[in-house]
């Protein structure tokens, strides 16, 4: 994922506080609907989604500007109405994020790794963080000081990151296999923090285990269905970076990414359309 001031990772995006809640929200909203709507929606649609999620107007409008402020997105009026568009840098992020989020590629044993080596002068710190912040988006692993790694499936992905944020002159990227020495799913273990990822998926599902079953019997009526959707897809995109698809032979028995994974894909399934439905009907009646 990115640097926060160019554009925002697909993952996550604010850095505590408030913000770190609507950021990703809006984020999401325009990610969802406004890509398919011309790459715009109106700041009375927003509003008026946002209030569906229990959102108050000055907090929604005050999260925007922030966004605006960082890139994220920019102002246009269309036949006199005040929206919002997302910034073409915005726009490709989203791009790449879809592919991960919504296809969870997950690297086979025999798919090798990723090795990033870096180093950058101290007059330039700058570049360090954003690095650092870059690599750690895109689910790197870190074996040593400025040595990080990866399932060898993000090579394209982690090659046109850093070309976009400028930081090629800085990097060596390697791939090939683990050749010795130890036990390589220790050494995993040592690279990712492994425990917090299994508490995050199973604070996943626990919190959407049972909206699945209701949703599965149709029971979930299209603003409810918005309401549970669209909070849910934010929660769960940042999922995939953090388990940036490790092989599942390297990773505990039972793995809870891969349950929370098919749930997400229920939820994706029979959420994604009655929510989209109701999105645009105020979208579309919305000055």
Same mark, same amino acid.
Not at 18 to 27: C, T, V, W
Not at 161 to 169: A, D, G, I, S, V
């Given at each position: ?48 989604? +946002? ?11 005050? *999260? ?56 950058? &002068? ?7 963080h ?49 050749? *010795? ?12 923090d ?6 995050? /998926?199973?604070?996943f599902?626990?919190? /959407? ?5 209701? *949703? ?7 603003r ?7 909070? +849910? ?7 995939p ?21 098919a ?23 919305? &000055?």
């Amino acid at each position: 994922m990115t640097a926060e001031a160019d554009s925002p990772s697909p993952a996550a995006v604010g850095t505590g506080g408030r913000d770190s809640r609507l950021g990703p929200l809006i984020i999401s909203l325009f990610a969802l609907y406004a890509r398919r709507e011309h790459n715009w929606l109106s700041v009375a649609s927003v509003i008026r989604l +946002m209030a569906d999620l229990g959102v108050e107007g000055q907090a929604v409008r005050s *999260a925007v500007s922030r966004l605006k402020r960082r890139g994220v997105l920019h102002g246009e009026r269309h036949e006199g109405a005040a929206g919002y568009a997302l910034s073409a840098g915005t726009l490709e992020v989203l791009e790449e994020g879809d592919v991960r989020i919504f296809e969870r590629h997950r690297a086979a044993a025999g798919d090798g790794w990723l090795v990033v080596v870096f180093s950058v &002068p101290e007059s330039e710190r700058d570049k360090r963080h954003a690095l650092r912040t870059a690599l750690t988006r895109l689910g790197f692993g870190t074996a040593a000081p400025g040595v990080w790694v990866a399932p060898g499936i993000l090579a394209d992905e982690t090659r046109r990151t850093l070309r976009r944020l400028e930081l090629t002159p800085y990097v060596d990227i390697f791939t090939g296999d683990h050749f *010795a020495f130890g036990d390589l799913a220790a050494k995993v273990r040592e690279w990712w923090d492994l425990d917090e990822l299994t508490a995050l /998926y199973a604070d996943f599902l626990d919190r /959407y285990r049972q909206v699945s079953e209701r *949703a599965a019997r149709g029971a979930i009526p299209p603003r409810e269905a918005f309401g549970i959707y669209l909070p +849910m897809l934010t929660e769960w995109r940042r999922l995939p970076y953090r388990d940036p698809g490790l092989p599942l032979t390297l990773l505990p028995p039972g793995w809870k990414g891969e349950t929370a994974g098919a749930l997400f894909e229920e939820l994706d399934k029979t959420l994604s359309e009655p929510a989209r439905e109701h999105a645009l009907a105020v979208i579309r009646t919305t &000055p």
